[in-house]
C-alpha cells in the first residue's frame, strides 16, 4: 500500500530510479557507508593536523599569544609562518575534510593553506582543539627525551 502511495507520488522518472535502486541496493548502500567511513578518517585527519599547529603554536609563540582574542591571535597568525609540511606528516591518511564539510580534500599544502584559515587556527589555538593539551605532549617529549639519554649513557658503558 505504502509502496503504491509512494510510486503515484514520484512519477515515471522517479518510478525508474526506485526500481533501480532496489535492484541494486547493496551496491549503493555499500558505496555511501564506504565514503562516510572515508569522511571519518579525513575529519580525524584534519583534527590531527589542527592539534599539530596547535601544539606548535603554543609551544613556540606562547608569550605572544596568551591573554588574546579570536581577533588578535588571527591577525598575528597572519604573519607567522607555519611549519606546513611538517603538519601534512603529522596526518597519517592521504585525504582530510574539515568538519564542516563532507567533501575529501587530497592531503596537500595548497589544499591545506586553502581549508586552514588564520580563523580557524585562532579558535582551535583559544578552544585547545586538540586531543591531548600541549603541556601533556611537553611532558611526553621530556620523557622520551631522558629516556634516550639514558639509553645513551646506557649503551656507552
Known sequence: MIDAIIRSMIGSWGNWLLDQ?????LWVNGLLLGYAF????????????????????????????KNRDREQISRFLTRVSLPWQQALAHAPFPFFSPSNSI????KTEAALKRAVSPEILAEAVITGQS??????????????????KHSSVNSQK
Do not use: D, G, T
Open 38 to 65: 572515508l569522511v571519518v578518517l579525513a575529519r580525524r585527519n584534519f583534527k590531527m593536523i589542527l592539534q599539530f599547529f596547535v601544539v606548535h603554536l603554543r609551544e613556540k609563540y606562547a608569550p605572544q599569544l
Open 103 to 106: 567533501r575529501l580534500y587530497l
Open 131 to 148: 586531543f591531548m593539551k600541549s603541556e601533556q605532549l611537553s611532558a611526553r617529549k621530556k620523557k622520551s627525551a631522558v629516556n634516550s
Open 21 to 25: 535502486y532496489l535492484a541494486h541496493a
